[in-house]
């Protein structure tokens, strides 16, 4: 098993940033790719980043790129996404999630964390 926790949700104007942290523990965390999601009120989630194990492959929904990063610190089992240039439209409760094979589509994925809420305002 693999838990996830993830952190660095909160409330922030419209331009501004925030950085997630996914935090994993349990079985080794050697191998495994991470993604996060989003899913906003009344709606589907959504992919929005993944990375591989190495961190040399990551691959961005469209309409985060040039404004989210993520990135891995395999030292401390921990996955950020470098959030930027912040709309209102980013706001939803974000999931962190892990999987040796998955890649961009969240039924693939084993394990989920519990998610962090972030609220951009206009």
């Known amino acids: 098993q693999v838990q996830l926790v993830e952190s660095g949700g909160g409330l922030v104007q419209a331009g501004g940033s925030l950085r997630l942290s996914c935090a994993a523990s349990?079985?080794?965390?050697?191998?495994?790719?991470m993604a996060w999601f989003r899913q906003a009120p009344g709606k589907e989630r959504e992919f929005v980043a993944a990375?591989?194990?190495?961190?040399?492959?990551?691959v961005y929904t469209n309409s985060v790129k040039g404004r989210f990063t993520v990135s891995r610190d395999n030292a401390k089992n921990t996955v950020y996404l470098q959030m930027n240039s912040l709309k209102p439209e980013d706001t939803a409760v974000y999931y962190c999630?892990?999987?040796?094979?998955?890649?961009?589509?969240?039924?693939?994925?084993?394990?989920w964390g519990q998610g962090t809420q972030v609220t951009v305002s206009s």
């Open positions: 349990g079985r080794s965390f050697s191998g495994y790719r």
């Open positions: 990375i591989t194990w190495s961190g040399f492959n990551t």
């Open positions: 999630a892990a999987d040796q094979t998955a890649w961009r589509i969240g039924e693939d994925y084993d394990y």
